[in-house]
DNA sequence: TGTTGTTAGTTACATTCTCAACTATTATCT
DNA sequence: AGATAATAGTTGAGAATGTAACTAACAACA
C-alpha cells in the first residue's frame, strides 16, 4: 500500500503550509512594521472593521481563534486605543468591543493594504484556475477535522 | 477601489492559513499524541528517512527550515536516540545524521500515516481539481517573497 | 604565517502559542 | 433560595518560534 517515493512535497497538509507561509509574509511585513501589530491583532481588527461591534466570543466563533489569543489581542488592542471595551448590561460577563476612530483608520488602511497584496497574489492565476482554487481551499477548511487516523 | 466588501475570507493567505491549519491538525495529533513530537522535528525526520543520511544544512537547504529550528529538532530527535551525529573527517563543521533503526521504523510509520492522511485529503476533490489545486499551491510558494507593494 | 571572510551549527533572549486553571457572572434544576 | 453547571473572559506556566549574537572550523589572500 505504501508507496516509498512518497515525498513530503506531494503531502497536501505541508503544501499548503507552504504556500500559506509565503503568501502571508509581505502582508505581515507590512502590518508588523507599519503598526507592530500580530497575526492575530489584525484579525480581531479586521472583523470588528468589517462586521462592526461585537463581543469576544462572537469573534471567537466566527474567526476559530482560541479565546486566549483573542483576549491578548484585545488587551493590545485596547492598551494602543485601537478599541474600545463597554460592558454589557444585560449580562455583564460580555464585553462590546468597538474600534476607536484611531481603530478604524488603521482597519482601512490594513484593509486596503490586504486587498493590495490579494490582487497580486490573484495575478497569478487565471480566473477559472482561482475559482478550484478557492473552492478548494474552503472545502478543506470547511472538512474541519475529519480525516479518520 | 477599495471595495468596501473585501471580507477576510476573500483574502487568498487568510484561506491558505486556514485550510493548512485544518488540514494538519490530524496529522499533527497523531504524531503529537503517539511520538510527543515537533511539527520540525517530523519534517526533519521525513527528510532523512526519505532521502537518506545528510548534514544539518542540506535539511536546510532542501527544506526552508531555519538552522536554529533544524539545529533544536536534530538534538532532540538524538536525545531520543532515533539518529545519530556523524563529524565529516573532511571537513569537521559538519555533522552527517542518520536515522538509527529505531528512527526508521518511526519513520515509516510516520510516513504511512502521511499518506493515509494525504488519501482522505484527496478524497475530497475531483482528480482536476486536484492537480489545479497543487498547481496553484506550488505556484504560490516558489513566488516566494514577491508581492509588491 | 597571519588576517579577514565565510560557513556549520549552537546558544541566549524576547515574543508568541498552548493548555490548564482561575474569577466572575448567568442559567438550571431541585 | 441554594446547589450545580455552564459561559465570558483572564492569567500563568511551559513549549515553540524568531532574531541575533556567538563558537568553531575552513578558505583565501596578503
Not at 509565503?22 to 501589530?37: C, D, E, H, L, P
Not at 479586521?46 to 466566527?62: E, Q, V
Not at 474600534?99 to 495575478?123: C, E, I, K, M, S
Request: glycine share 6%; charged share 30%; with cysteine.
Amino acid at each position: 500500500m505504501a508507496k516509498s517515493d512518497f515525498d513530503i512535497g506531494d503531502f497536501l497538509p505541508y503544501a499548503l503550509n507552504r504556500a500559506a507561509e509565503a503568501s502571508s509574509r509581505g502582508f505581515q511585513r507590512y502590518y508588523k512594521a507599519k503598526y507592530g501589530m500580530t497575526r492575530t491583532e489584525w484579525r480581531v481588527l479586521f472583523h470588528l472593521g468589517r462586521h462592526g461591534a461585537m463581543t469576544a466570543s462572537a469573534i471567537c466563533r466566527k474567526s476559530d481563534i482560541h479565546k486566549t489569543k483573542v483576549s491578548r489581542a484585545v488587551a493590545a488592542l485596547d492598551k494602543r486605543r485601537l478599541l474600545v471595551r463597554r460592558p454589557v448590561e444585560a449580562d455583564r460577563r460580555h464585553e462590546t468591543l468597538t474600534l476607536t476612530n484611531a481603530g478604524q483608520t488603521v482597519y482601512r488602511d490594513l484593509a486596503q493594504a490586504a486587498q493590495r497584496f490579494d490582487a497580486d497574489l490573484a495575478d497569478l492565476f487565471a480566473p477559472e484556475e482561482q475559482a478550484v482554487l478557492r473552492r478548494c481551499l474552503a472545502r478543506i477548511a470547511a472538512q474541519g477535522d475529519g480525516a479518520s487516523g
